[in-house]
């Protein structure tokens, strides 16, 4: 793991931004892996900014978002579809078509998430994976205890996690029970992976993440078994670190 304490949550998202873009540069048709959630918005403002001034062009770029509440559609204004429209996809020049976010609303979950792997192995895989870390060290929708090889699957969401998004809904009762994931195994699976961390709420996760020894208890410190995986933090989540 490469961790790099920045001095604001601005100048890490910039940097994941470079990131992005430098793949992109290098192979235009880059499959990303994408995040939803507080942590990467500043990095996809960053990304709008630098696509309408020319300096990254997503034209053949190709996405895979991690995750998606069960039983939300892309027209309900808290699904992960919406998030991503609304956050990136509306505001560069990708082609939607080239978008995706596993399905929350089909007949068959488990025939669904099985069809969401097979697309993204059909891509060629992941080639840059961005990702944002829960207050219980979940990836994705990826709770604790969640296997190691799992893939694109159906997940219950612990009370934690429920609790923790609830300020997105009306209610606690308007926040689904279940979504579906890319598993620990797609993540890891993917060549790159950039996890981005902010502010003091999460300071104690990410000390366990990255100075604690790997285990499914905190899916996110099985990336220290990866070989090629950013860190980036600002000084409130670095702030627990020895
Ligand atoms: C959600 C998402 C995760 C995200 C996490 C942290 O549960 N499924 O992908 O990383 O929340 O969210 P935030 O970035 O708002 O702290």
Do not use: W
């Not at 507080?38 to 001034?53: D, G, H, Q, W």
């Not at 300096?55 to 770029?61: G, H, I, T």
């Not at 992976?193 to 899916?219: H, Q, S, Y």
Request: with cysteine; net charge negative; proline share 3%.
């Amino acid at each position: 793991m490469n961790i790099r304490i920045f001095d604001t949550m601005q100048q890490a998202s910039a940097a994941g931004a470079e990131i992005i873009a430098q793949a992109i540069a290098a192979k235009p048709n880059t499959v990303l892996g994408l995040a939803t959630g507080s942590t990467p918005v500043a990095m996809y403002k960053e990304l709008i900014r630098m696509n309408k001034a020319g300096e990254v062009d997503f034209a053949k770029v190709r996405s895979y978002n991690l995750d998606e509440y069960i039983g939300l559609d892309g027209t309900h204004d808290q699904s992960y579809r919406y998030f991503m429209d609304d956050n990136l996809f509306n505001h560069v020049n990708i082609d939607k078509a080239n978008t995706h976010v596993p399905c929350g609303t089909g007949a068959d979950h488990a025939a669904d998430a099985k069809h969401y792997d097979e697309m993204i192995d059909a891509a060629g895989g992941i080639d840059v994976q961005v990702l944002g870390i829960g207050n219980n060290g979940h990836i994705g929708f990826n709770e604790p205890l969640t296997p190691f090889t799992s893939m694109t699957h159906i997940v219950k969401l612990t009370d934690s996690t429920r609790e923790a998004n609830k300020r997105f809904f009306a209610s606690i009762d308007d926040v689904p029970t279940h979504a579906v994931t890319m598993g620990i195994h797609t993540v890891m699976q993917a060549r790159s992976i950039i996890l981005m961390a902010f502010g003091e709420g999460k300071a104690e996760i990410i000390k366990k993440t990255v100075e604690g020894r790997p285990e499914i208890a905190v899916p996110a410190s099985l990336l220290q078994l990866h070989e090629d995986v950013e860190i980036y933090l600002d000084e409130a989540a670095a702030s627990k670190l020895s």
